[in-house]
């Protein structure tokens, strides 16, 4: 499975043409998780609550980039990832 990104040991991997809905998968030690791209919730696996919420504010920021990139929102094409400082990303996001 591509790995997207790698920060503050959770990785970030999907798969492109893969099931609906559109999702990707989040590790951080023996934890797995898979996310929904739309709607970033988490669909089935486990993280911890400090690690999902860095996930879900890392899918926040990139949601955009994917819609944008994929014309038809219930398939996944292009792969995303761009170099930026977390810390400053994750001043202000609020996750419920």
Do not use: Y
């Not at 970033?40 to 819609?67: E, Y």
């Amino acid at each position: 499975m591509p790995e997207i990104i790698r920060f503050f040991g959770i990785v970030i991997r999907m798969f492109f043409d893969d099931h609906n809905p559109p999702h990707f998968h989040a590790e951080f030690q023996a934890h797995r998780a898979i996310i929904d791209i739309q709607n970033v919730r988490l669909l089935d696996g486990t993280l911890p609550p400090k690690q999902l919420k860095q996930v879900q504010a890392w899918a926040l920021l990139h949601r955009q980039d994917v819609a944008k990139r994929n014309p038809n929102p219930l398939t996944f094409h292009a792969p995303f990832c761009t170099s930026f400082s977390l810390k400053a990303v994750f001043h202000g996001i609020t996750i419920n």
